[in-house]
């Protein structure tokens, strides 16, 4: 379906022409006859390629029929593509390398790049890139470059079921050049349709002309006698992960019949547990219970057996002492709070213990001296920022205990 472009899109024009000035049967001048134009998304923005076609100008001549369109399109996408080449390579890239599904590529594209392809669009490049991109890989020349400095191939072979019920893919790789060299989902495991896959293996080792050193596959049936039919004389060594996993398959069985055997030999445990359980309660029941059945988080006995009836001497005695420790850390704590009182003594000091229970200090007292203060400034000298010695304690109001501190030590 074709693409709809928006009447307000801005096009970056690009003109092309044919590339020969003159006819390749004839030798005349080709002329201009028609203009086509092609609109792409790019990475830069809407591209509108116009291609000057043309064609022979003599009418006699036998070319004047065939119209000549210019090959540097080509360069810049392909004919009836929407999208440049940069942008099919950004998504076979982003697919491929970096495995990013067709909504997040279609989403990357709308966001960054402003180019809203439908995700059929994106599947559909998706697809073109894999084939290219597997023509690329298998290409002769391609392949005889990646095997220049290998003397031998090892080639192993093996099928892949994505999932039940589907085909098998079946992945030819050679081990030497660490190179998939072909794959092929096959319908049935066969040894005829196997035999087909080792045969254009061997088609692709005399290509390249290179000795086949090895062949690594697992035991299948098809692949041990379409090798050996093949490849006769060359080794056939089967996968060690396959021989490991067989061989644990024995283990395994007997590991699920001991497990049975187990748990029918320890089937009653259950029942006993309950007769145990119960018989505990029965005891717990006989004995005064002042502790429920739960354990209490405070006490720590050296009898294990529960639930114990009430905290012995020693155990009262250790938790009246740790009664007192706590009470003693919650007041060294209290005495430590800051005390930010305005004055120059430094904002964070150590509270006096006994102001913590006498509340004599001029902390304690300032907002009082404030408001005073602001009531009559000019009478009130400064107010002394120092702590009353306790002796010094007063019992009078507020006010009359800051006046006369002020008076009697004034700054
Ligand atoms: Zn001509």
Not at 120 to 131: C, F, L, P, W
Not at 145 to 160: K, T
Not at 380 to 406: D, F, H
Request: net charge positive; hydrophobic share 40%; proline share 6%.
């Amino acid at each position: 379906m074709r693409h709809s472009w928006p009447e307000d899109t801005q096009f970056t024009r690009v003109v092309l022409e044919v590339e020969d000035n003159v006819c390749t049967v004839c030798g005349a001048a080709l002329h201009i006859c028609d203009h086509r134009r092609h609109r792409i998304f790019t990475l830069q923005g809407p591209v509108e390629v116009v291609c000057k076609l043309a064609h022979c100008s003599d009418r006699q001549c036998a070319a004047h029929a065939k119209t000549r369109s210019p090959y540097a399109e080509t360069a810049l996408t392909l004919p009836w593509w929407l999208i440049g080449w940069d942008v099919f390579c950004w998504v076979g890239h982003r697919r491929f390398a970096r495995h990013w599904s067709v909504p997040q590529i279609r989403s990357e594209l709308a966001d960054t790049y402003q180019i809203p392809l439908s995700a059929d669009a994106i599947e559909d490049a998706v697809r073109r890139y894999q084939t290219m991109l597997a023509a690329r890989q298998q290409d002769p020349q391609v392949v005889a470059a990646a095997y220049r400095n290998v003397a031998a191939l090892v080639l192993s072979i093996d099928g892949l079921q994505p999932e039940k019920g589907h085909e098998t893919l079946y992945v030819v790789r050679e081990l030497n050049a660490k190179r998939i060299w072909f794959a092929e989902a096959l319908l049935s495991s066969s040894a005829d349709e196997v035999r087909r896959l080792l045969i254009q293996a061997r088609a692709w080792a005399t290509r390249l002309g290179l000795p086949v050193h090895l062949w690594l596959s697992d035991k299948q049936d098809a692949f041990v006698t379409g090798i050996a039919a093949e490849f006769p004389g060359v080794p056939h060594r089967y996968c060690v992960n396959h021989f490991l996993r067989d061989l644990a398959k024995p283990m395994l069985e007997a590991d699920s019949h001991a497990k049975v055997t187990m748990r029918r030999k320890v089937r009653g445990l259950r029942a006993i547990e309950r007769e145990v359980l119960q018989q505990r309660r029965r005891i717990a029941g006989e004995t005064p219970a002042v502790a429920p059945a739960r354990r209490p988080l405070l006490l720590h006995h050296r009898r294990t057996s529960w639930p114990r009836p009430y905290p012995s001497r020693p155990t009262r005695l250790r938790m009246l002492v740790r009664l007192c420790w706590i009470t003693v850390a919650l007041c060294v704590a209290y005495s430590m709070t800051i005390r930010a009182d305005r004055s120059n003594r430094p904002a964070y000091a150590w509270r006096r213990p006994w102001e913590t229970f006498g509340l004599r200090s001029n902390a304690t007292w300032m907002p009082t001296v404030m408001a005073a203060r602001t009531l009559n400034s000019s009478a009130w000298p400064p107010v002394s920022t120092e702590a009353w010695p306790m002796y010094k304690r007063n019992t009078r109001s507020s006010v009359s205990t800051c006046k006369s501190s002020s008076v009697s030590r004034p700054r």
